[in-house]
């Protein structure tokens, strides 16, 4: 099967410390692949080389076959490239609909035809699915910035999928969401995979999420790859278990 | 400050009869200050998009003011009609204002104000010593005002609503933008660029055309403050003119489309009502500002927000500016 993503010996130091060092691996489409390690193991580190927020210190990412290394975000945005933020990045003056539909307005024709055109930018039907999808109505009109922890948490993760992405990559989209909202998170997100054959990199600390919702998982430790394998047998790998709880 | 749509209509329709019935019965000075008015909302406007809308700050707007009122009163004094200096500032202030923004996109808050400021202090050094284009410290007086299908504009109650017109030519145009993607993605570009890179929003382009719209809208308002005063000298356009026109774009509320309008109002109109108190009205005037900025940061726009639904008000939470992430 031909990789969607292609990693190649990605490396990523700040003066003297490797934060990500050697990494490789291939995301396929349609999957939902995990990446699990405990914290400071380069996650996140790995996400922003990837994703042109940080320019790589040595390797190369490519989607499709073709380089996107140090690309800019909103570029690798425009080519089907999406992701969240470990951290809340809503846009907290903006009802809940405009921050969907900015977050799909700038792949709609040029930057003039957007300005001539509908103020809405013709999505608002759009926005309105994902609102219903993401169980957001009651709040539809509502500034983000109002909004509660979970309620916010649901619009940057639905804010991704606006624009019809063939890969996401999601910073712990579980973290701070309360349990009844994780199932439906994770329910959305099984059913964005299935129907819209959108593929998944999650990073993920809630081991009983990313257990049930991927199908493969990386481990990294000390920013590099330790395990690899379906979610039974990562959790039962020796060097998983003494990363995480020490030798 | 968002309103039933019938009450807008009613409040709006309200403003513009008060406009148009403002002039009459006033002396000319008057009618100056109503006009002055007019043109300093079309520069804060510009400064409200560049600095309320898209978060870049500026101390340049001065400048972009002085380009045009010079351009306005090189041209008109020649013969060329007003309409060309109207499109040549235009132009002009919109290309200086793009190039402007390169630096906004390494540096930002009190570092970008500092090269503004530079930039204001270059604009302000060529008007005052560049005699052979702008005359220097002589100015340039007799500036015509001009004549519009016919309709001379010369007595101060006709300039006035030549004024008033350009105003409202500006507030449909600005009131298009805000409310388009464009708009949109300016206020996520104040908000959070991070994220709306993310989203694909060009954060470079959009921070360019963030100043350099801004920048244009004013020279649209010096091509009309020349055939206002009628004679323009570099002091007029100095660094104290730009800090007026963010003190309107604070006062009124940054960000919020009417915000210009009573922050230059309060600037404008607010001291000379307070002469009554004739040598204290200064002191009452930056007293009331002081007041007003420390207790309410979001401007007379945020505080009738505030005190039209108190409860529905959430303090906006801080969006961190780094990366996004935490520890891993």
Same mark, same amino acid.
């Given at each position: 099967?031909?990789?969607l993503? +292609?990693v190649r ?24 692949l ?14 922003n080389c990837?994703?042109?927020q ?5 390797g190369e990412?490519r989607?499709d076959?073709r380089?996107i290394?140090?690309?800019r975000?909103c570029?690798?945005?425009r ?12 846009f ?9 539909i900015l ?17 809405d930018a013709?999505?608002?039907g ?6 219903e999808?993401f ?5 539809? +009109?509502?500034?983000a910035?109002?909004?509660s922890y979970?309620q916010?948490k649901?619009l940057d ?9 063939r890969?996401v ?13 994780l199932?439906d998170?994770r ?10 054959k959108?593929?998944f ?6 081991m009983?999420?990313?257990?049930s ?5 990386l481990?990294l430790?000390?920013?590099r790859?330790?395990?690899?394998g379906?979610p039974?047998?990562? %959790? ?6 003494e990363?995480y709880?020490g030798? | ?15 513009v ?6 002039p009459f ?7 100056y ?7 300093m ?11 309320g809308?898209a978060?870049?700050i500026?101390?340049?707007?001065a ?8 351009t306005?009163a090189?041209l008109?004094?020649q ?6 200096a ?6 002009l202030?919109?290309a ?9 996109l390494r ?11 530079s930039?204001?202090?270059?604009v302000?050094?060529?008007l005052?010593?560049e ?25 101060p ?5 030549f ?6 030519l500006v ?21 959070n660029p991070i994220?709306a ?6 954060? %470079?382009?959009?921070?360019l055309?963030?100043?350099a ?13 020349a ?5 323009i000298e570099?002091t007029?356009?100095a660094?104290?003119?730009s ?6 774009v ?16 309060v ?5 000379e009502?307070?002469r009554f ?6 002191i ?5 500002v ?9 401007g007379?726009i945020?505080?009738a927000?505030?005190l ?8 906006p ?6 990366d ?5």
């Open positions: 099967m031909a990789a993503l +292609e010996n990605l490396a990523k130091s700040f003066g003297g410390i490797s934060a990500v060092a050697d990494v490789s691996f291939d995301v396929y489409a349609g999957e939902i995990g990446l699990i390690g405990p914290n400071g193991s380069g996650k996140s580190t790995l996400f990837i994703l042109g940080l320019a790589p210190s040595a990412v989607a076959g380089p290394t140090g690309m975000p570029d690798l945005n080519l089907g490239i999406g992701r969240t933020f470990q951290l809340l990045q809503v907290p003056q903006l009802s809940v609909r405009e921050n969907l977050a799909g307005q700038e792949h709609l024709g040029s930057m003039w035809s957007r300005l001539a055109g509908p103020h013709g999505l608002t759009t926005a309105n699915r994902m609102i999808f169980r957001l109505a009651a709040v539809a +009109e509502e500034r910035g109002a909004l979970g916010q649901l993760v639905a804010m991704a999928f606006m624009a019809g992405p890969l990559l999601l910073d712990e989209p579980a973290g701070g969401v309360n349990p009844a909202m199932v998170l329910e959305r997100l099984r059913e964005i995979n299935a129907t819209e959108a593929t990199v999650v990073i993920e600390h809630n009983e999420f990313v257990m919702l991927c199908t493969r998982i481990v430790a000390e920013g790859i330790i395990a690899e379906a039974e047998a990562v %959790r039962g790998n020796r060097d998983v278990i990363a709880l030798r | 400050m968002k309103l039933a749509p019938r009450a807008r209509v009613i409040a709006g329709a309200a403003a009869a008060l406009l148009l019935a403002a019965g006033l002396k000319p000075y008057g009618i200050l109503l006009s002055l008015w007019a043109v909302t079309i520069a804060a406007i510009g400064l409200n998009l560049t600095l809308y978060g870049q500026s101390l340049a707007q400048s972009f003011v002085g380009i045009g009122a010079y306005a090189l008109t004094t013969g060329w009609p007003l309409w060309a109207f499109a040549l500032a235009t132009a202030s919109f200086i204002g793009w190039l402007l923004g390169y630096p906004a540096v930002q808050h009190h570092y970008l104000a500092f090269v503004t400021l930039f204001a202090t270059l302000f050094l060529i005052r010593n005699e052979w284009l702008t005359k220097g410290v002589y100015g340039i007086s007799n500036i015509p005002r001009p004549t519009v299908l016919g309709w001379s504009t010369q007595a109650i006709d300039f006035y609503f004024c008033l017109g350009v105003l409202a507030s449909a145009a600005t009131g298009w933008l805000i409310r388009s993607p464009w708009g949109r993605a300016f206020t996520a570009l104040r908000e994220r890179s993310s989203l694909g929003v060009d954060t %470079r382009r959009y921070t055309m963030a100043f719209i801004g920048s244009a809208l004013g020279g649209v308002a010096g091509v009309l403050y055939p206002l005063v009628q004679f570099p007029a356009f660094l104290g003119l800090f007026s026109l963010l003190l309107m604070i006062v009124g509320g940054s960000g919020y489309f009417l915000g210009p309008f009573l922050g230059a109002a600037s404008v109109l607010l001291p009502w307070l108190s004739e040598g204290l009205y200064l009452v005037y930056a007293l009331f002081m007041i007003l900025v420390a207790m309410c940061p979001s007379l945020g505080l927000e505030r039209r639904r108190p409860a529905a008000i959430a303090t939470k801080p969006v961190p500016r780094d996004g992430n935490g520890s891993s």
